[in-house]
């Protein structure tokens, strides 16, 4: 099972700065990697999937980079409905998901 | 637009079965894998396995297999979960999602509202 490791657990921001949330793979999945953002009390998201490919209706400051192992989430000038938990999902060997990413 | 209305929240006792109910509409219920995703409280989602509609093909995550049952109507447009006995350790939320393409691995562009299961004695 391929295990995603996202960092850091917490990222404290105010709005208008920049969000950089990691992603690292277990073992390379090419570009078969997502994004999703979950607010308290709903389902997640699709944000970005294919590593860089924004879902329908997601906002031009949210983007995703990398490739192999190591894949990138940016959330450039926070909004205040941003802060929430982003988790990451591969699809290259089965599905699995990463942990979270709290940005507070 | 497409909707996944999933079934109230549930309370059970250990031992009990049930079975949870994901109503699709706004697209081709048969056309697209429907997800199972179980999210116990503070962690990261975990995909459960998924389902075809279209011919009730099914793939269980490994740890999942024999512990639940996933089936399809496709007469009307629903997905379910089944659990034959329940144990405390099934509390969790549970949504249901559409792949965002036609392959049963996928990202999930969709979700229903989750179905909260407490089993508790």
């Known amino acids: 099972e391929i295990v995603l490791t996202q960092s850091p657990a917490t990222l404290s921001l105010s709005p208008g700065e920049t969000a950089t949330l990691s992603c690292r793979a277990s073992q390379g999945v090419t570009r078969y990697l997502a994004w999703y953002q979950q607010k308290p009390g709903q389902a997640p998201r699709l944000l970005i999937y294919?590593?860089?490919n924004r879902a329908t209706g997601i906002p031009a400051r949210f983007s995703g980079s990398g490739s192999g192992t190591d894949f990138t989430l940016t959330i450039n000038s926070l909004e205040p409905e941003d802060f929430a938990v982003y988790y990451c999902?591969?699809?290259?060997?089965?599905?699995?998901f990463g942990q979270g990413t709290k940005l507070e | 637009d497409v909707q996944l209305v999933q079934s109230a929240a549930e309370v059970k006792k250990p031992g009990e079965s049930l079975t949870i109910s994901c109503e699709a509409s706004?697209?081709?219920?048969?056309?697209?894998?429907i997800a199972w995703v179980r999210q116990l409280p503070g962690k990261g989602p975990e995909w459960m396995g998924v389902?075809?509609?279209?011919?009730?093909?099914?793939r269980y995550r490994s740890s999942f297999e024999g512990q639940v049952t996933f089936s399809a109507d496709k007469s009307i447009n629903t997905a379910y979960l089944q659990w034959r006995s329940l144990e405390a350790s099934d509390s969790a939320m549970y949504y249901c999602?559409?792949?965002?393409?036609?392959?049963?691995?996928?990202?999930?562009?969709?979700w229903g509202q989750g179905t909260a299961l407490t089993v508790s004695s």
């Open positions: 999902q591969q699809r290259s060997n089965s599905v699995t």
């Open positions: 706004g697209y081709m219920f048969s056309n697209y894998w």
């Open positions: 294919d590593a860089s």
């Open positions: 999602a559409r792949t965002r393409d036609a392959n049963g691995y996928s990202f999930l562009a969709f």
């Open positions: 389902i075809y509609p279209g011919d009730s093909d099914t």
